[in-house]
């Protein structure tokens, strides 16, 4: 089946197709959705930063217009990703989620990092580029490991304070240089909650664009140690039955995947799909 949507290196000089716009308080939507008709787009007063070409969506072109600030435009509001993430059509989280991650990376990388000058766009490329440097930097990705660790009918979930109130969920972190994603996820396990794990198995990854994480899932069983949280970075860390879970992450965060695949395995059930 082929892809509702697939990016690309769009020509911004090519007139027509759909543009989402981007401001510190989110993305700009209406009763119709996030994507506006983009030459009626550029028509409002808008603080326009930059403009990306960013793929297409059921054929049509996507622009982005990432804003220095938010505008009043009649008859529409702003809304964080996050919100799109847990309500509203997959496909177009997916479109502001890379569009996010686009101009997040693009506002960040206006000016070299090595000689400090104005970087261009690469025409054609996702890149930035400083002349004199001859430097190009590229989108960031930040791997992180993400880990349900299990013992027998019980499964290992923790609660930082930044999460909503009662929620738990499983234990993850960003790679260091240096690691392998098994060496990550042993040294986040150990620094979070003081416990060692054995037979760790890859299940999946996912585009996780708050603001540019690549979550590769696991999981792993229990092999030593009494759970001790990690001070200011876990509130709380215990072991549920899974008969008898805590408040869980959004159904479409890998964290829920990695627990609901536990679960159903233990219980006989269908497995779920991993939303992309
Ligand atoms: N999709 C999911 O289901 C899901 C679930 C849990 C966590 N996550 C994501 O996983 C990522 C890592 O989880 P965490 O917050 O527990 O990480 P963590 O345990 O490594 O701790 C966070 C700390 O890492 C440092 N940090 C921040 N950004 C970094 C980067 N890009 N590279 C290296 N270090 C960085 C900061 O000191 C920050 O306080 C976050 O983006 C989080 O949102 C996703
Ligand atoms: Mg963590
Ligand atoms: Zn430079």
């Known amino acids: 089946m082929t892809p509702r949507w697939t990016t690309a290196v769009l020509d911004t ?3 027509g197709g759909w543009a989402v716009a981007r401001s510190p308080e989110g993305f700009l939507f209406d009763d119709n959705g ?3 008709p983009r030459e009626w787009l550029k028509r409002q007063d808008l603080a326009i930063l930059a403009e990306h070409g960013i793929g297409h969506l059921d054929g049509e072109p996507v622009y982005l217009l990432e804003l220095r600030a938010h505008s009043e435009v009649p008859g529409c509001n702003w809304k964080g990703l996050r919100a799109f993430m847990l309500e509203g059509d997959h496909t177009v989280f997916k479109v502001l989620g890379y569009a996010a991650q686009i101009g997040t990376w693009a506002r960040e990388h206006r000016f070299c990092g090595n000689c400090g000058q104005a970087m261009i766009q690469v025409p054609r490329e996702r890149a930035m580029y400083c002349q004199p440097c001859d ?3 590229y989108p960031r990705i930040s791997p992180s490991m993400i880990v349900l660790v299990t013992r027998g009918d019980e499964v290992l979930l923790a ?5 909503v109130a009662g929620v738990y ?5 960003f790679a260091e240089p240096g690691e392998s994603a098994e060496d990550c996820l ?8 003081q416990i060692e794990v054995k037979n760790v198995q890859y299940l999946g990854s996912q585009c996780w664009p708050f603001p540019h994480s ?8 229990y092999a030593g140690g009494e759970i001790v949280c990690q001070e200011d970075e876990i509130e709380d860390a215990q072991w549920f039955n899974v008969h008898d879970l805590p408040p869980l992450p ?7 995947y990695l627990i609901d695949v536990y679960v159903a395995r233990r219980l006989g059930h269908a497995e779920p799909v991993l939303p992309g």
């Open 34 to 36: 996030a994507l506006f």
């Open 169 to 173: 969920s499983t234990l993850a972190g």
């Open 214 to 221: 690549m979550m590769l899932g696991f999981h792993a069983e």
């Open 13 to 15: 000089d090519q007139p």
């Open 135 to 137: 430097l190009r930097s």
């Open 186 to 193: 042993i040294r986040e396990v150990r620094e979070e909650v």
């Open 250 to 256: 959004a159904s479409r965060s890998i964290a829920r």
């Open 159 to 163: 609660r930082s304070p930044r999460f």
